[in-house]
T-cell receptor
Framework: AQSVTQLGSHVSVSEGALVLLRCNYS??????LFWYVQYPNQGLQLLLK??????LVKGINGFEAEFKKSETSFHLTKPSAHMSDAAEYFC????????????FGSGTQLTVLP | SQTIHQWPATLVQPVGSPLSLECTVE??????LYWYRQAAGRGLQLLFY??????ISSEVPQNLSASRPQDRQFILSSKKLLLSDSGFYLC????????????FGPGTRLTVL
């Protein structure tokens, strides 16, 4: 069965500092992996996705993530945090080789301090 | 381009009252559709998904039901709301290949008092 673990339900960084949000997955089939962002009282917005092409995936708003099969990880990073990055971030893995069914992590709330 | 709508945006209902939340998708045909719920401080829970008109799969037993009367319309209902039904309800659709991605609507905030 597929599962996702997001380490750290809350992460705080200073404005301009590196953002690192952790995601580890478990999958019995080659996974597709997604990062979504949710701003307060809004739906989820796709940040980026990994679909077995390049292991380093670039997304919107300066975010990127690296797929590391040996570590079963797909951590999200951004070199310099901006106040507007404050939001909740969800990692998701496909259940059966297609995004028709996704398993989501429990989310990481990112706070950006001035 | 495709867009997904949900209404109402917010809803406050008394315990025991009925519920109807609506989701519609534009710009695509025969999409897979999904209802998720976010309870306070918790992640996303898949409630229902539909692969076509009248085809509903339930992920967890609960006080809610779903229907898909038209290709691009997905409705979440309840006959009698419980306090535990409070949460943020999200509708999503699947784009199919090659994008193979789920896209989410703006959500409905439901408060049951």
């Amino acid at each position: 069965a597929q599962s996702v673990t997001q380490l750290g339900s809350h992460v705080s960084v200073s404005e301009g500092a590196l953002v690192l949000l952790r995601c580890n997955y478990s999958s019995s089939v080659p996974p597709y992996l997604f990062w979504y962002v949710q701003y307060p009282n809004q739906g989820l917005q796709l940040l980026l996705k990994y679909t077995s092409a390049a292991t380093l995936v670039k997304g919107i708003n300066g975010f990127e993530a690296e797929f590391k099969k040996s570590e079963t990880s797909f951590h999200l990073t951004k070199p310099s945090a901006h106040m507007s990055d404050a939001a909740e971030y969800f990692c998701a893995v496909t259940r059966s080789g297609s995004a028709r069914q996704l398993t989501f992590g429990s989310g990481t709330q990112l706070t950006v301090l001035p | 381009s495709q867009t997904i709508h949900q209404w109402p945006a917010t809803l406050v209902q008394p315990v025991g009252s009925p519920l109807s939340l609506e989701c519609t998708v534009e710009g695509t045909s025969n999409p897979n559709l999904y209802w998720y719920r976010q309870a306070a401080g918790r992640g996303l829970q898949l409630l229902f998904y539909s692969v076509g008109i009248g085809q509903i799969s339930s992920e967890v037993p609960q006080n809610l039901s779903a229907s898909r009367p038209q290709d691009r319309q997905f409705i979440l209902s309840s006959k009698k709301l419980l306090l535990s039904d409070s949460g943020f309800y999200l509708c999503a659709w699947h784009s199919g290949r090659p994008r193979d991605t789920q896209y989410f609507g703006p959500g409905t905030r439901l408060t049951v008092l």
